[in-house]
């Protein structure tokens, strides 16, 4: 069993759709990011979070360190937003990262 | 600073031959990560560098691969004698010590024919 887990692993939605990907993790952690990776391969971060809830744009992040759990939600999605989408954890010295959510949003 | 670079973005190689990769970390980021992701999967730790020193090797770092970092600023990923399953996306990031935001390249594609 990998160590972050996402669901699901594909999502195509509508442009307009609120869309949420989840992520699981078993290790502890000190922090959780959400990255976003376009077809060129780059991977931009998008949130760091630790907890709670964070906001940016259509963008939403929340963790729940009980139960070692975090969503990405997008409100009002858009073809541009349409990316792999990745939860990874930081813990001591290095990350470890979910397998990626591939997001399509068709107009 | 324009961020991470990694060059080159894509390289074709035979099997057999050697290739070499190059990431330049953001200047005053004094740990810099390699990374190895296939298709359909989150990257894979490989090692990584407290400026010159690499401190952690994974275990998918076979006795073909091997980093440098000579000066704690660019480093170098060289695979020798290339095999199919050494076609991936090799990603690099970077960050300040006790830091816990990463920056990333934009990858080196590898294709092994």
């Known amino acids: 069993k990998n160590e972050v887990e996402q669901s699901p692993q594909n999502l195509t939605a509508q442009e307009g759709e609120f869309i949420t990907i989840n992520c699981s993790y078993s290790v502890g952690i000190s922090a959780l990011h959400w990255l976003q990776q376009h077809p060129g391969g780059g991977i931009v971060s998008l949130f760091m979070l630790s907890s709670g809830k964070k906001k940016h744009g259509r963008l939403i992040a929340t963790i729940n360190i009980q139960e070692k759990h975090s969503s990405l939600h997008i409100t009002a999605s858009h073809p541009r937003d349409s990316a792999v989408y990745i939860c990874a954890v930081f813990n001591n010295n290095d990350m470890r990262f979910g397998a990626g959510t591939r997001l399509t949003v068709k107009p | 600073d324009t961020g991470v670079s990694q060059n080159p973005r894509h390289k074709i190689t035979k099997r057999g031959q050697n290739v070499t990769f190059r990431c330049d970390p953001i200047?005053?980021?004094?740990?810099l990560y390699w990374y190895r992701q296939t298709l359909g999967q989150g990257p894979e730790f490989l090692t990584y560098f407290q400026n010159e020193a690499q401190l952690e090797k994974s275990r998918l770092l076979s006795d073909r691969f091997s980093a440098e970092r000579p000066k704690g600023s660019f480093s170098t990923l060289e695979i020798q004698r290339t095999e199919q399953g050494d076609s991936a996306m090799y990603l690099c990031a970077s960050r300040p010590t006790g830091a816990q935001g990463y920056t990333f390249g934009s990858g080196t594609r590898l294709t092994v024919v």
């Open positions: 200047s005053e980021h004094n740990r």
